[in-house]
């Protein structure tokens, strides 16, 4: 079954990567970032190993992104609102296609173990089945 773990945060917590504390989330050193992509990389070396690993991106930080809606033309309609200021988004996430729900919360629970900085937010990581559609008759 696949699962699709997603990893939370704000743009505070991207600013605080970069080294600047923002809002809760203290400054990030280069040693603590490479901790953290040191932990992440690892994780992925695993599941890529075990087989497990569907597909597992990092994204752009929250402002970059824009919601869209459509017109009633149908032509699309973007927001310039900013996006993830101040509530949690979708940071990153990893697909997983493993044999059940246990074993997607035992990755989750290695990602939410990922080194931080003293201080830092904590996020649940959202561990979420992929739905394959319906059956359908062949």
Known sequence: MKYMLMVLGKQADYEAMSGKASGDSPGWSSAQLKAMFDH??????????????VDAQGLAEPRQARLVTAGADGAPVVSDVPYGETSAVIAGYW???????????????????????????????VVHPVDSGPETEK
């Open 95 to 125: 697909v997983v296609d493993v044999p059940d729900f246990d074993r997607a919360a035992e990755i989750a629970a290695r990602a939410y173990a990922c080194p931080v900085p003293e201080g830092t937010p904590s996020y649940p990581v």
């Open 40 to 53: 992440m990389g690892a994780l992925n070396d695993e599941l890529t190993a075990a087989g497990e690993l």
